[in-house]
């Protein structure tokens, strides 16, 4: 479908949310959808990355709640749309961070504050606020916590195995490394561990949200179910 489109007979702004552990596809599917409906995608691991950054510039520790919380309520992180095919650039304040926050180190950062519970509580009313007018949003905890009652939700999950195959080929094409598959599966593990084992906001399914395992689904297959649901969703409620 070329023409962007909110599904027939939306009456408010659509929220879609796409939940799931790293190397699951979230990143590409959201954006796909995104595209799709002709919204915008709100990234929210972006922002603990960028908040990383900020910090690690400041000299803050990550693991220093009342520091971090106090970056929170003014923080200048904007979102801009790049065109098709392209995720949304990344600023703070005035400059482009957008690939700054992709590196190991900040991933690293992201991890470790987002463990905090001042950094997720403080998170939730800039979180709410980017989503206002209607996007798709992706993360680990919008489903559950930050957007509980949100329209269409999400989980997208993959074997152990599968993310960490998709990961390794990421790792050659971007970075043109090869590390073997039995380090890139500890890695993926060790992430999944840290993120559905904290104890504020684990990476958890909601209660209402649809499943979706795409260990043997390309991303077209994904992009299409999760349109499929949402379509017929607004479909039923007109
Ligand atoms: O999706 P990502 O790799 O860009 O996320 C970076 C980190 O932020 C990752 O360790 C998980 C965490 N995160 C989170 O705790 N809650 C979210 N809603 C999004 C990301």
Sequence with gaps: MNQPTQPKGAKHPLLIVID???GAGKSTVARRVAEHYGMPLLDTGAIYRTLALAAKRQGLSWNDGAELARLLPEFPIAFEPAGRG???????????VTAEIRTPEIALGASTVSQLPTVRTGLLGLQRRLAAGGCVAEGRDLGSVVFPDAPHKFFLTASLETRARRRQAEFSARRGRDVSLAEVMREVEARDSRDTQRATAPLIQAKDAVAVDSSDMSIDEVVSRIIEVVDSRVRQAG
């Design 86 to 96: 392209k995720g949304p650039r990344v600023r703070l304040g005035d400059e482009d």
């Design 20 to 22: 799931g552990p790293a």
